[in-house]
């Protein structure tokens, strides 16, 4: 399986739609409205491209197979710039197929290695288990389970936290 990760471009906008309109994948992330309209893909996938040319945010595609299936990042850095947090997120069709765990893989390495950051830490609601297994996978270790809020239904979550180390100082282990 190849799986590639590129910036996002203008031109991804109709796949990045067709990906985060489906209510199945927007209910486990935050910062996506359902439905996703073309203007507002457009809109979120400018402000990604924007991000990304800041320093402190990589968010890439993830291509498979030629086709943009989904996101992958790291943003949200600590004051020094050492830790970062993963997000992920893969088309439904593309769901069960190792994709989500590659591309994890390829992010992690890229954090460890060009980065050169001490942690990337990770969160999942506790029913989203095969985001939980992309994370055990990746050798991420459980921290703690907390309950709080969703900011757009005010529904109580349980959410596990997770965290992987850089234990060889620029290599992921």
């Known amino acids: 399986m190849k799986i590639k990760l590129k910036l996002p471009k203008i031109s991804d906008t109709k796949e990045f ?3 985060f309109n489906d209510k199945e994948v927007g209910k486990q992330l935050s910062g996506y409205k359902y439905p996703l309209h073309f203007s507002e893909a457009k809109k979120k996938l400018q402000e990604i491209i924007t991000q990304n040319k ?5 968010e890439f595609a993830i291509i498979y197979n030629n ?3 989904g996101l992958v990042c790291l943003g949200k850095p600590s004051k020094d710039k050492k830790i970062f947090t993963l997000g992920y997120a893969v088309g439904r069709k593309y769901w069960n197929k190792g994709i989500a765990t590659k591309s ?3 992010i992690v390495n890229f954090g460890f ?16 288990l095969a985001s ?3 994370l055990e996978k990746n050798g991420f270790k459980f ?5 709080k809020k969703r900011r757009k239904t005010d529904k109580k979550v349980r959410v596990l936290f997770w965290e992987k180390k850089n234990l060889k100082g620029g290599t992921s282990t």
């Open 17 to 19: 739609r067709e990906i």
């Open 54 to 58: 800041k320093g402190d945010y990589y």
């Open 67 to 69: 086709k943009f299936v």
């Open 104 to 106: 994890v893989k390829k």
């Open 113 to 128: 290695s060009k980065l050169k950051l001490n942690k990337i830490v990770a969160d999942n609601d506790e029913d989203n």
């Open 132 to 134: 939980a297994k992309v």
């Open 143 to 147: 921290v703690k389970r907390v309950e």
